[in-house]
T-cell receptor, first 113, second 114 residues
């Protein structure tokens, strides 16, 4: 079974700092990749997703993620974070043989104003 | 559309009591998922349904947990008897058709078992 690793459990940044959250998976075949965000007290929302084509995916609110197949990674990036980006971020991976994605444990991001 | 609706939003109960969580998926969505979120274990898939039929319940912790989907617009997750270690946020999510589509999550039910 595939596994999803988010190595950073907690990240603390100051506003305007650059962000990169790691996501690695264990499956070697075709994958579909997602990043979800959960703002404090709210439900999970889709931030961006990758299925095929350009490995650099642009999402909402200035986020982007790059699929690097050789590294089994789908890291989330933002060049300049804001206080409002404080949230929990979840990476999810769906393999070709599965109907549902597997979620990582999440990374808690705190941005200080 | 109102999105995925869950009730109650908060539930506080005593150990040993029965707890029923409810979910109304987005109309037209044929997949429904129940997740549990805790600090220790993150987001765990408990069970999911397709066209009201349970497909995979391997994530259900034990026999105290049961889930039903009597029709396309309603699902319940029941815990009987409840225990303090069941305290968590329980999310329901729904999806239409292909697994390429995103899951839409409900606001969650925060359960506290004393």
């Amino acid at each position: 079974a595939q596994s999803v690793s988010q190595h950073n459990h907690h990240v603390i940044l100051s506003e305007a700092a650059s962000l990169e959250l790691g996501c690695n998976y264990s499956y070697g075949g075709t994958v579909n990749l997602f990043w979800y965000v959960q703002y404090p007290g709210q439900h999970l929302q889709l931030l961006l997703k990758y299925f095929s084509g350009d490995p650099l995916v642009k999402g909402i609110k200035g986020f982007e993620a790059e699929f690097i197949k050789s590294k089994f990674s789908f890291n989330l990036r933002k060049p300049s974070v804001q206080w409002s980006d404080t949230a929990e971020y979840f990476c999810a991976v769906k393999t070709g043989g599965s109907y549902i994605p597997t979620f990582g444990r999440g990374t808690s991001l705190i941005v200080h104003p | 559309d109102a999105g995925v609706i869950q009730s109650p939003r908060h539930e506080v109960t005593e150990m040993g009591q029965e707890v029923t969580l409810r979910c109304k998926p987005i109309s037209g969505h044929d997949y429904l998922f129940w997740y549990r979120q805790t600090m220790m274990r993150g987001l765990e898939l408990l069970i999911y349904f397709n066209n009201n039929v349970p497909i995979d319940d391997s994530g259900m912790p034990e026999d105290r947990f049961s889930a039903k989907m009597p029709n396309a617009s309603f699902s319940t997750l029941k815990i009987q008897p409840s225990e303090p270690r069941d305290s968590a946020v329980y999310f329901c999510a729904s999806r239409r058709g292909s697994s390429y589509n995103e899951q839409f999550f409900g606001p969650g039910t925060r359960l506290t078992v004393l």
